[in-house]
């Protein structure tokens, strides 16, 4: 069983700070996905990374794979209130297609 | 865009009793679509891969004849919850693939089921 760390598993910032989420294995997947979810609703995909090294930016998110695709990491840059919810990673290994998620970071920004 | 509908959105059933979900490709097929539960403030746990015209593959731990399985076209699959019981109260989200992992999944908005 392919595991996903999650760190942190909740954050609670201000307005403007930037934060990093971290997404952690000592597997090694083929993609890795990371999506946001709100209350009562289904998880939303942001990004997927599939080289080494990759680096993805969305507006204010800048998504990292690692080198060796065991780790990925989720940047924001001045956070905002419509930031707030969790985070989620994802990762697939070799040829299947099932998605493995991490354990999740709960995200609050608040005014 | 690819849109995945749930219905449901929640359900409140009587111990016992079975409980219907369905999740539907509106704008693509799939042949594949998965079923996930998420219990409050936690991850998602992929519970079975629902495979069109074929048998559902079950994770290990998730009992086939309590969760029952149907993908019967490529653009619906339903999850059926059978002799339902409060721990199986839960957020039930099933997801679909436009074109693959590289394409990501689109996830239906969750079902909320209360057995009560």
Known sequence: ?111 | GAVVSQHPSWVICKSGTSVKIECRSLDFQATTMFWYRQFPKQSLMLMATSNEGSKATYEQGVEKDKFLINHASLTLSTLTVTSAHPEDSSFYICSASLGGLRYGYTFGSGTRLTVV
């Open chain 1, 1 to 111: 069983t392919q595991l996903l760390e999650q760190s942190p598993q909740f954050l609670s910032i201000q307005e403007g700070e930037n934060l990093t989420v971290y997404c952690n294995s000592s597997s090694v997947f083929s993609s890795l996905q990371w999506y946001r979810q709100e209350p009562g609703e289904g998880p939303v995909l942001l990004v997927t990374v599939v080289t080494g090294g990759e680096v993805k930016k969305l507006k204010r998110l800048t998504f990292q794979f690692g080198d060796a695709r065991k780790d990925s990491s989720l940047h924001i840059t001045a956070a905002q209130p419509g930031d707030t919810g969790l985070y989620l990673c994802a990762g697939s290994t070799g040829g299947g297609n099932k998605l493995t998620f991490g354990t999740g970071t709960q995200l609050k920004v608040e005014l």
